[in-house]
């Protein structure tokens, strides 16, 4: 079993992340929903609303994982419209599908894809969406470089991630919570290694405003971020030049 360092510059970092997801796809909605008191869903309707997406328009959702926010998605481009999951999981593609079939939902798919070398072709689709994702990727410029080449002009680049509130007392009940009690919910899914990695992963990423900087030097413009639950959530968007 790996024991996943958060180092960037490590040439098996992706694919350690990769197994990482493989090994908790099968609990990883139950976690979610317990770490976050089932508000996750409530973020992504917020982070699908901003996509400002209409009926007939194309989205790609990268970083699917179990394809919630791709469903957000399907029902804002119905009808006519249609989304694309994709992620580099696959047994977390197969439960996005087992869900899309459960649920009749029309005009999506999902596809596995690596997303800093997306399948798809220049100024492809109306909008794009990253759900808990992009802390993971091993080159955050380079993702984003790659989510800027396959938007239209004008199309909307939308990033939901965890951040970390810099203000007691949440600042010192969010430390409590992601360094101690979420690794201990992770052995519940067999894996604890993988959710001690949450925390590591969410210290490395960049602030709201670095997030910001990063995607203005990407290519977006209009790019503007609110920070949510007290400063735990931070939804960034922007659009492509």
């Given at each position: 079993m790996d024991t996943i360092n958060d180092n960037r510059q490590s040439p098996d970092f992706a694919g350690q992340v990769n197994r990482m997801f493989d090994r908790v796809a099968s609990n990883y909605d139950a976690l979610n929903s317990v770490m976050t008191a089932g508000l996750h869903h409530r973020w992504r309707e917020r982070a699908a609303?901003?996509?400002?997406?209409?009926?007939?328009?194309?989205?790609?959702?990268?970083?699917?994982?179990?394809?919630?926010?791709?469903?957000?998605?399907?029902?804002r481009v119905a009808p006519g419209g249609h989304v694309i999951g994709c992620d580099f999981s696959e047994p977390m593609l197969d439960l996005a599908r087992e869900k899309t079939a459960s649920r009749g939902a029309a005009g999506v798919r999902f596809e596995?894809?690596?997303?800093?070398?997306?399948?798809?072709?220049?100024?492809?689709?109306d909008a794009l969406t990253v759900g808990f994702g992009v802390r993971n990727l091993a080159d955050l410029d380079r993702g984003l470089r790659e989510m800027a080449r396959v938007l239209r002009p004008g199309g909307r680049l939308v990033i939901l991630e965890i951040t970390q509130p810099v203000r007691?007392?949440?600042?010192?009940?969010?430390?409590?919570?992601?360094?101690?009690?979420?690794p201990l919910l992770g052995a519940f899914s067999g894996d604890p290694e993988a959710y001690a990695y949450l925390p590591e992963s969410v210290r490395s990423f960049p602030s709201p405003g670095g997030l910001a900087e990063k995607m203005d030097r990407a290519g977006f413009e209009q790019i503007r971020y609110t920070v949510l639950a007290g400063g735990i959530i931070a939804i960034h968007s922007g659009t492509r030049g």
């Open positions: 609303a901003q996509a400002e997406l209409g009926p007939g328009d194309s989205a790609l959702d990268i970083c699917c994982g179990t394809g919630d926010l791709t469903l957000e998605l399907s029902g596995w894809a690596d997303a800093l070398a997306l399948p798809y072709d220049g100024e492809r689709f007691p007392p949440l600042s010192t009940f969010y430390s409590l919570w992601f360094d101690r009690i979420v």
